[in-house]
């Protein structure tokens, strides 16, 4: 960054008083900026205070049309966005955006935009070698890939793969519906779980083109009428998770890297056996760093799923459900040490924070709540 642009953007934290330069009001350090992506016109940061779970009130970041899903550069140093933009009598388009991060200020530069040539531009992963993006098409039914320039700045589309099939849901699977890509622990693959189809899309990626490529062999597939939607792996890269969106429900795969291939183990309930409240869909899903416990999202209960994680196979155990306090919680994320969560109500605009008890992986609201507008993603990046 250039030495005036820094300069100027110590001042500009500064004009924001003590959180925004990386200390609490009683001195504590703030380790994180906590970046928002949304159904609204911007994306917003917070300061967020690592020991006490305190996020300082939300500011405009940069402004993008709905900014949904965030992605971080593995070296903190660069957001990217998936948006959608229109032009009067246009189909709305979907597009990528990388962003310089202030890591003083938390301010957001714009370096450069691309297009992901499709409509309805629903999640963005970045490879953990820096090399490739990859984004998904809700809309369109096609997954997409650009190489990543040494700056971070967003570089050509190399790929655009168009999914195909249909599946049992007459109003949510007749046709692709691709939303989110997921990078194996390894790098070696990319994984879209398509709930317009109920499979899970296996890609294989060329580092040095960032080139897709389907795998020949059958693709995973999951139950009718499951709807997978997101995926994550676990700490120690053998099992991954994948939350079924019409279903509500976590299916439990074995990964074995030496031979590519993931067999499904286990699927279980997001929802009590007895639960009779409003129609249910699942969001998101993600791993405790200590591996002991996975989170899950219900939209319409409103809830966090919390299951133990049985570290021997795998497989998962219902602990709890505990209500987000808000309405729709399409987002959340766990703090980098895993002693809280932060959950995006989309419906009610605010994010909400828990404490994560790091013997049982219960949840307890600390208190702290913030108003974002129709909050989707969540991500933290380490501040200076």
């Known amino acids: 960054m250039p030495t005036i642009h820094r300069r100027l953007s ?36 917070s300061a967020f205070d690592a020991e006490t779970g305190e996020l300082s009130a939300p500011r405009e970041a940069a ?55 499709g409509r309805g531009a629903s999640h963005v992963s970045v490879s953990s070698d820096a090399s490739a993006l990859v984004a998904v098409n809700y809309g369109d039914g096609n997954t997409v890939s650009l190489t990543l320039e040494a700056d971070g700045r967003l570089g050509t589309l190399v790929s655009d793969m168009l999914h195909e099939g249909s599946s049992v849901h007459p109003q949510r699977q007749s046709q692709p519906h691709p939303h989110s890509a997921n990078f194996t622990p390894d790098g070696r693959l990319v994984i879209v779980p398509d709930l317009g189809t109920d499979e899970l899309v296996v890609y294989s990626i060329d580092a040095a083109t960032a080139r897709l490529r389907q795998r020949a062999d059958p693709q995973i597939q999951m139950a009718p009428g499951s709807g997978p939607r997101h995926m994550t792996f676990h700490t120690n890269g053998r099992w991954a998770y994948v939350i079924n969106e019409l ?77 987000t306090r808000g309405d729709w919680p399409r987002n959340f994320r766990l703090a980098p040490d895993g002693q809280f969560l932060l959950v995006a109500n989309q419906r009610s605009d605010d994010v909400q924070v828990f404490d994560i008890d790091a013997d049982t992986g219960q949840l307890t609201p600390t208190g702290t709540r913030i108003s974002v507008p129709n909050p989707m993603c969540v991500r933290f990046v380490p501040s200076i």
């Open 63 to 117: 402004e993008i049309g709905r900014p949904g899903f965030l992605a971080i550069h593995p070296d903190g140093e660069i957001l990217y966005a998936v948006g959608r933009e229109s032009e009067i009598g246009s189909t709305p388009s979907g597009f990528a955006a990388a962003y310089e991060i202030d890591r003083v200020s938390g301010g957001l530069r714009e370096l450069n935009r691309a297009s992901t040539a």
């Open 10 to 45: 110590i001042l500009f934290a500064l004009a924001f008083g003590a959180l925004a330069v990386g200390c609490s009001e009683e001195g504590r350090p703030l380790t994180h900026w906590v970046y928002f992506g949304t159904g609204a016109s911007h994306i917003y940061v």
């Open 247 to 323: 279903a509500s429900t976590v299916t439990v795969l074995e990964y074995e890297s030496e031979s590519l291939a993931f067999e499904a183990v286990q699927t279980v309930s997001t929802l009590p056996d007895d639960y009779t409240g409003p129609a249910n869909s699942t969001a998101e899903v993600l791993v405790h760093p200590n591996g002991h416990f996975l989170y899950g999202s219900n939209r319409g209960s409103n809830t966090i799923a919390v299951f133990s994680v049985d570290l021997a196979s795998g497989r998962l155990d219902p602990v709890e459900r505990v209500s």
